[in-house]
């Protein structure tokens, strides 16, 4: 049962859970309009403490395309925050105002200690360099609409594998379907952390760790391209020396399957030549339409069913 419930870490949902919220988001795909009444007289507060355009708007656009409305703010400098106010109080104030919650912070825990005052449904839109569990339901809708299953797979994620909060969500909600083989593709710098390959693998014959994308672009189902995330890094002449360490274009792609898929979160920088969005393989535009019917399908099912 979803209802009433927070969403802050991709390990908060089960299988099942997982295949329920699927399941709604592919019908509400068939017959939007079956849908468009279903939050009538909810609100939705959408709080950024950090920049977003896909996340923000695409709940945005949810909580309207289902009939609700939305209140909220786009950067911690419009909000009382600039005049000290604490996340307690923020998050309490809000409760008062609205049924639902994303939130994005640029703290790692932040979401948890949200999570801990939170009167209404808390969503975790992304917790610093933590988790980004809503990117996850929308990668797996990507996955599932494309490949129409989560099983069997063998997937690279490429890129900055250290700071990139959506692969260390999507590593460990993979881990948990049917054979799926890893390759984590990055400089030594960027190596995803310990702490999330312990949570996600039981041994290191789990995964195999490469630096060059070239090496192993012929193996993989699905290619998880990710940004150098220039906001959390320490010194600027690290993230200089590392931002173009992968450049996917036209000729990487001759080397890949017909069919395998490529993904990213977005925003790119240059990790993708745009001469790849012509690609049939490059899905990364329609995931961005896939996160918003992902997070109406999670907006419905944390609001209650009985509101279908
Ligand atoms: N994928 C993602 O989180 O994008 P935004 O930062 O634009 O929300």
Redesign the pocket.
């Known amino acids: 049962m979803l209802k009433g419930r927070n969403l802050i870490n991709p390990d908060d949902l089960s299988v099942d859970e997982i295949y329920e919220i699927m399941t709604l988001a592919q019908k509400i795909i068939k017959s939007p309009m079956e849908y468009s009444n279903i939050c009538k007289g909810r609100i939705l507060g959408t709080l950024f403490f950090e ?6 708007l695409s709940f945005e656009a949810a909580m309207h395309r289902l009939g609700g409305s939305v209140i909220g703010f786009s950067e911690s400098a419009s909000s009382s925050t600039s005049k000290g106010e604490s996340l307690s109080d923020t998050i309490r104030t809000v409760c008062a105002y609205s049924d639902i919650i994303a939130m994005r912070h640029p703290k790692e825990g932040s979401a948890h200690l949200a999570a801990s005052v939170t009167t209404v449904p808390l969503i975790n839109a ?1 917790d610093g360099g933590h988790y ?1 569990p809503t ?1 996850t339901l929308t990668d797996l809708l990507t996955i599932i609409e494309s490949k129409n299953t989560f099983d069997n797979l063998t997937i690279g994620l490429c890129g900055d594998l250290k700071f990139g909060r ?1 692969v260390h969500s999507l590593l460990k909600t993979m881990k948990k379907f049917e054979n799926n083989k890893f390759i984590l593709i990055s400089p030594t710098e960027l190596k995803i952390p310990n702490y999330v390959k312990a949570l996600a693998f039981k041994g290191d014959d789990e995964y195999v760790e490469v630096e060059k994308l070239e090496d192993v672009i012929d193996q993989l189902d699905i290619l998880y391209m990710t940004r150098v995330q220039k906001e959390r890094f320490f010194n600027e002449a690290d993230y200089v020396r590392l931002k173009d360490s992968y450049i996917l274009n036209s000729k990487k792609m001759q080397m890949a399957k017909k069919d395998m898929i490529v993904l990213h ?3 790119r920088v240059n990790e993708i030549s745009v001469e790849v969005d012509e690609d049939p393989r490059a899905v990364y535009f329609d995931q961005v339409k896939y996160g918003m019917y992902a997070r109406m399908s999670l907006i419905i099912k944390l609001l209650g069913e009985e509101i279908c």
């Open positions: 920049p977003s355009t896909r996340t923000r992304g980004h990117q959506t979160p977005l925003p």
